[in-house]
């Protein structure tokens, strides 16, 4: 089965500070992968995605991730923080063809940005 | 466009009693699911769905249940609630191979 690993789960920062944000997942076939937010108080939403194509992909406010196939990793980054950057982050994947699309989550990375 | 709708925005239950978490969507998503929530647990798969009729069982299923008799409605059934379902419940839809639309969540608390 697949997994998918967050390997902080509490960073601090203060503002303007870089942000990189670690995701690793264990399957071996081709996948689609996501990062969502979540808001205080809020839903989750999508941040960005990768189907295919360039591995360097831009998100909303600011975000970026690059897939590093050959390190099965997806990490998150974006080069200067705001403290609306504030929320918890989830890096998710599933299979890019065949079966029902299941997502698997990591457990999430809350971020706290000090202005 | 309401997207994902969930009620109640809040419940609170006391142990045994049973209740329905209700789901609606207007994308035509074929694909319906619910999750928990938890601190330091992320998102839990309970149930999902591929379509009207069809239902499966995600990583935590037992204490649940689902039906999925329109491809607008997705309702989620405690049967006897218990302290552990305390909890805050995602509905979550998508197309395909899609990103999720999430509803905003029913936070749960079980006396």
């Known amino acids: 089965a697949q997994s998918v690993s967050q390997h902080n789960h509490h960073v601090i920062l203060s503002e303007a500070a870089s942000l990189e944000l670690g995701c690793n997942y264990s399957?071996?076939?081709?996948?689609?992968l996501f990062w969502y937010v979540q808001y205080p108080g809020q839903h989750l939403q999508l941040l960005l995605k990768?189907?295919?194509?360039?591995?360097l992909v831009k998100g909303i406010k600011g975000f970026e991730a690059e897939f590093i196939k050959s390190k099965f990793s997806f990490n998150l980054r974006k080069p200067s923080v705001q403290w609306s950057d504030t929320a918890e982050y989830f890096c998710?994947?599933?299979?890019?063809?065949?079966?029902?699309?299941?997502?698997?989550f990591g457990r999430g990375t809350s971020l706290i940005v000090h202005p | 466009n309401a997207g994902v709708t969930q009620t109640p925005k809040f419940q609170v239950l006391k142990t045994g009693q049973s209740m329905t978490l209700q789901c609606a969507q207007d994308?035509?998503?074929?694909?319906m699911s619910w999750y928990r929530q938890d601190p330091g647990m992320g998102l839990r798969l309970i149930h999902y769905?591929?379509?009207?009729?069809?239902?499966d069982q995600g990583e935590v299923p037992n204490g649940y249940n689902v039906s999925r008799s329109t491809t607008e409605d997705f309702p989620l059934r405690l049967l006897s609630a218990a302290p552990s379902q305390t909890s805050v419940y995602f509905c979550?839809?998508?197309?395909?191979?899609?990103?999720?639309?999430f509803g905003n969540g029913t936070r749960l608390t079980v006396t």
């Open positions: 998710a994947v599933t299979l890019s063809s065949g079966g029902s699309y299941i997502p698997t």
């Open positions: 399957y071996g076939g081709t996948v689609n």
């Open positions: 769905s591929v379509g009207a009729g069809i239902t």
């Open positions: 990768y189907f295919s194509g360039d591995p």
């Open positions: 979550a839809t998508r197309q395909y191979n899609s990103p999720l639309h």
């Open positions: 994308m035509n998503h074929e694909y």
